[in-house]
């Protein structure tokens, strides 16, 4: 038991000790950055949502990411640090981390495409949900929009999952006032001047009793001359979403007009001849 004797069993305690003591702090300080760093996170998303910068939906996304990255990015500090206490090589883990995240980022190329592009899209506020849109060779309402998928509802009823990746042109029908357009035909042979008073005043008539027509309509005038008709347009803004029964119902409305004012709506004729054969 000479060997045990020959040990300074003091300078082991008290190296013990400081180790005990460096990761109680370093334990105590990763405590407290977490804290401080999730309030200020979450205090500066509730300040934009307040600020009504930002959708509930959208905040909340960005919140828990943000709190994700926060919380990762802590942690691996905090493991480096417990390594240097205890004496290993801190250059050749961080290496290796490194290694190791250049294959994983190999391997999962499209999922961090998807989250990176998805992080995006909310953070540039380009969709919300309920917002019709077109993208990635679908058309339809969103509803939902995350990090990896954005979900779009066709207007035959599929739900279509596109991942964020292959969003690369968006086009969002949804922001602003929408428009109605219709395009309705008279014979030639009636007075044009009197079909586009009729229809104008069909139109006044319709924005007084209709609440989803924000500008019009409006008869713009002739379009076109086709080949047995006049078309004259028509031209409404509508709020959001609104544009296809303001359309609907003024089609309806328009024809009524010309039909109580005896002007004519071309359509197909057929003539037969009869010819009698005297034998």
């Known amino acids: 038991m000479d060997w045990l004797e020959s040990i300074d069993w003091g300078g082991l305690a008290t190296k013990a000790g400081i180790i005990i003591l460096k990761l109680i702090a370093i334990y105590i300080v990763y405590l407290v950055v977490k804290s401080i760093g999730t309030k200020v ?5 509730d300040r934009l949502q307040n600020r009504d910068q930002i959708s509930n939906g959208r905040a909340l996304t960005l919140q828990t990411l943000s709190l994700n990255l926060f919380s990762y990015v802590l942690i691996f500090i905090y493991v480096v640090t417990v390594f240097q206490v205890f004496g290993y090589n801190v250059t050749a883990l961080l290496a290796g981390a490194g290694v190791v995240g250049l294959a994983i980022g190999f391997g999962a190329q499209g999922l961090v495409s998807d989250v990176v592009t998805g992080f ?33 509802r066709g207007f035959d009823g599929t739900l279509h999952y596109v991942p964020n990746r292959e969003i690369v042109g968006l086009s969002n029908h949804s922001r602003g006032n929408m428009r109605a357009l219709v395009d309705i035909s008279i014979a ?8 586009i008073t ?12 209709n609440d989803a027509i924000v500008e019009g309509p409006n008869v713009l ?3 076109t001359l086709g080949a047995s008709d006049v078309v004259i347009r028509v031209l409404a803004k509508t709020k959001n979403m609104e544009q296809w029964n303001v359309e609907r119902e003024l089609r309806k409305v ?3 007009a010309l039909d109580q004012h005896g002007i004519e709506i071309p359509f197909p ?11």
Do not use: P, W
């Open 254 to 256: 328009l024809k009524e």
């Open 269 to 279: 004729h057929q003539v037969m001849i009869h010819k009698n054969e005297e034998g």
């Open 120 to 152: 995006f899209l909310l953070l540039e506020k380009q969709i919300d949900v309920g917002d019709y849109v077109t993208t990635g060779g679908y058309s339809g309402i969103v509803e939902a929009v995350g990090l990896r998928t954005t979900q779009i």
């Open 221 to 223: 005038g002739v379009q």
């Open 41 to 45: 996170i979450e205090r500066a998303f």
């Open 198 to 209: 009729v229809l104008q005043e069909a139109c006044d008539q319709l924005a007084t009793t």
């Open 188 to 195: 030639y042979s009636e007075d044009i001047d009197q079909a």
